[in-house]
């Protein structure tokens, strides 16, 4: 919702159509090797020739953080329910609201200085004030439970790409946005983001991101695809 509703630069990438090197469609190299039963989910992809015994890590692959974020079942799964939680305080808001109106409308129907006017009238503006101070409330809770829930996905991920790039003998992992552009795309905002990032070109062997989204969502989880960049 990103707020809660699950709302999330931009540079002009090309990437290698991986359809021939993986088999699949998409923009995303294929499966690596299952994992053996009750073992951590690591799963190799084709990478450079291996290292001699003993040599430090020399890779450096990408990894699209906010694919990750997008297609995390557990991530998905909680924010779905904070948004759940935040439409149900919304409704009973709104029935506030409502009750607050109705009390302003019989307001209307005392003769303004009399006791019974000035007593409603205080109660309009208590309830008021405590409508305003329990939506301030609300909001408050709803953004610390979307920011806990992003800082603990976050460190999975952080783990399982750590995990993954000992397995492999990797020695950099660079951050970069892997979401296709609309050639068509009007907005300035947008296109000038879209010329920042900072990575131009990669060669798709080197994005990691299924791999790490397979660790974390488990090896049979359908991982979904998605459209190469333009």
Known sequence: ?????????????????????????????????????GAPAVVAVPRPAAAPTGAAPTQVVVLDVGYIFKNHAGFNAEMAKIK???????????????????MMEQLKSFQPGTPEYRKLEGDVAKAQGDFQVKAQLEKKDFLEREAKVYHRVYGEVEQAVSTFAKSNRIAVVLRFDGEAVDPKEADRGKIMAHLSR?????????????????????????????????
């Open 84 to 102: 759940d939680d935040v439409m149900a305080v919304e409704n009973r808001l709104k029935q506030e609201q409502e009750r607050i109106r109705g």
């Open 1 to 37: 919702m990103s707020r809660t509703h699950v709302g999330f630069a931009i540079a002009a990438v090309m990437i290698t159509a991986m359809a021939s090197a993986s088999g699949q469609p998409g923009g995303r190299p294929g499966p690596g090797v299952a994992p053996a039963a």
């Open 198 to 230: 900072p990575i131009v070109y990669h060669d798709g062997l080197v994005d990691i991101t299924p791999d790490v989204l397979r660790m974390l969502n488990g090896p049979i989880a359908a991982q979904p695809q998605r459209q190469p960049l333009r």
